[in-house]
């Protein structure tokens, strides 16, 4: 009965949560209460187990006595009668209690457990896409796999190491997607990990097969050969080994071969071009010649260009009261520039912690994976490129939410009927937004066509976590890095007072490194401005 009571509450419990569990930090949180219960369960399970294995042996100590007793006198100690009937009555009834002690099954509360539990267990979606998101990382934070192995990672709290199992399966993952890169990188960390003597069921040979090929599959030739030696130095017998040793010697020698071959034709003689000394570019100017993904990449690292000492001169921070509001009169609230171009401006302490628990409270159960809207059909999809999940909050969900829209109003004297409802965000392991516009472009004229409200005319971004490492919104156009901050928000115009969209606003949520981000979001519409943002005269106005 207590065992059905528990499973019906675990099922409630559970009802609610979604798959992808990898895509929120804050809904795998419930994953450690499940594994508790688990190792709870499991303990119960090797209490029940000890205590019949010292009944088997208390009974197995006092009969290995009896009967060394008994046989140096068989028929003396069978004389006494009481002997003679203790020994039928043994073998007739007292050991066949044992073998139903021995048969007995104290599996039954952890299996059932373990069944039911598993269902709600993550799967191999989820293993995938936590490995990716390692892999990511490691390639936007410039990680060695030593460093993330070790755990030796900024700001933690709880370090965890990996082992040479963990960092096997990892780059078999990277195999299995293709990805030779990450494949050989975390192959070299387990045998690594395997030479320097860490126990493992994990064997050399394995590794080495995995690491010579995804060597060999970049064009390494030669290094693919080495660890191919070095595989069947430890396995002569190895089949693949041998016939890829014979391989990629035959075609290192075809290619030596051609190089000794094109070696001996004489070159022609080239005429001495003079180059011209180029101009140097500003640091701006090389940083718009860089690639988005690289901007982006280097932003999140908290490096690419600086503002100048005099645009930084003309960032302010200050006491504001959005033209003498009538709410903000007595109590105005602190404003800080944190970008000229396009304008991006912070508002600290702006939402209580009390606020933001309670904000986390109803979302938490309704977070689901966080989708974006296809451009070309309108219809909303999960993407790669977006590792979080998010829920939808009105002001009927709770009055805390309608004072917060109201707050966002009297801040910024836009009107909020028209703007989308409070979006909360909770981003899962390595949790990302790539590049992105929050406004729709002239090529998506449909974008919002449903909601009837115009485009997004501004956006408002609450951070309601500090988040130990990474988690930026860096703007790569322009090579601005906001860094989460608990309790404030930032602001900006994602189109121009002409109705016209800012493509400096093209932003991404940088890959949280260490810790655990939430984020909540107002998209501010067109519709209901008319009066609140008057129209430009010119494109860019």
């Known amino acids: 009965m207590e065992l059905l009571c528990w499973c019906l509450l675990l099922l409630s419990s559970l009802q609610s949560v979604s798959a992808d569990f990898f895509t929120s930090i804050g809904q795998m949180t419930d ?32 009969m290995d006595s009896l009967t060394a ?29 044992l073998e139903s002690l021995v048969l007995s099954d104290t599996t039954d509360g952890f299996i059932s457990n373990l069944t039911i539990q598993r269902q709600y267990f993550p799967s191999d979606e989820d293993q995938t896409g936590a490995a990716k998101a390692l892999l990511r990382l490691q390639d936007t934070y410039r990680l060695d796999s030593n460093t993330i192995s070790t755990g030796d990672l900024p700001g933690v709290t709880y370090k965890s190491r990996m082992t040479a199992e963990d960092c096997f399966e990892l780059g078999k993952i990277a195999y299995t997607e293709v990805d030779y890169y990450h494949t050989e990188l975390w192959m070299a960390q387990a045998l ?32 693919a050969l080495e660890y191919t030696k070095k595989l069947l130095a430890i ?32 070159e022609p003689e080239t005429e001495k071009v003079e180059v011209k000394k ?46 003498h509001h009538p709410k903000l009169l007595l109590a105005p609230i ?107 472009r002239k090529d998506e004229p449909d974008a919002f066509k449903e909601l009837g409200t115009g485009n997004r005319i501004a956006t408002w971004l609450f951070y309601m976590s500090d988040v130990l490492a990474g988690g930026a919104t860096v703007f790569p156009d322009v090579g601005a890095a906001v860094w989460p901050q608990k309790n404030s928000a930032v602001f900006w115009y994602n189109l121009f007072a002409s109705g016209e969209g800012d493509y400096s606003t093209r932003h991404a949520a940088c890959p949280v490194l260490v810790g655990n981000k939430w984020v909540s979001n107002k998209w501010i519409h067109e519709r209901g401005q008319e009066w609140r943002r008057p129209c430009g005269l010119s494109e860019s106005d």
């Open 31 to 62: 994953l450690l209460y499940t594994e508790k219960d688990l190792v709870t369960s499991l303990k119960d399970y090797i209490k029940a187990e000890e205590n019949k294995l010292a009944q088997i042996k208390q009974w197995a100590d006092k």
């Open 69 to 97: 007793t008994a046989t140096k006198d068989p028929e003396g100690f069978l004389g006494h009668p009481v002997n003679a009937f203790k020994l039928v009555k043994r073998l007739n009834t007292e050991w066949g209690n």
């Open 192 to 223: 690594r990990q395997l030479e320097e003597g860490e126990e493992s069921t994990l064997d050399k040979v394995t590794v080495l097969d995995y690491l010579s090929y995804a060597i060999y599959q970049q064009g390494e030739m030669e290094r």
């Open 235 to 266: 396995d002569p017998e190895h089949k693949r080994a041998n016939g890829n040793l014979k391989y990629f010697q035959f075609q290192l020698e075809k290619q030596k071969k051609a190089a000794d071959e094109a070696g001996t034709k004489k």
């Open 278 to 323: 180029k101009k140097k570019r500003s640091a701006k100017a090389e940083f718009k010649l860089i690639p988005e993904r690289k901007k982006y990449e280097m932003l999140c690292r908290g490096e690419g260009i600086k503002m100048t000492p005099r645009r930084q001169s003309r960032l302010f921070c200050r006491y504001y009261d959005n033209n």
């Open 334 to 440: 602190k404003q800080q520039d944190e970008w000229d171009k396009p304008y991006i401006v912070r508002y600290l302490d702006i939402i209580s912690d009390e606020e933001v628990a309670k904000v986390k409270q109803l979302a938490k159960p309704r977070l689901r994976r966080a989708t974006i809207s296809n451009p070309i059909t309108g219809v909303l999809e999960t993407a790669h490129y977006r590792i979080s999940k998010s829920a939808w909050l009105t002001g009927y969900d709770d009055p805390v939410v309608e004072i917060i829209n109201e707050r966002i109003e009297d801040i910024t004297g836009l009107e909020m009927d028209t703007a989308e409802e409070l979006q909360v965000a909770n981003y899962g392991v390595g949790g990302q937004y790539e590049p992105h516009f929050d406004f729709g």
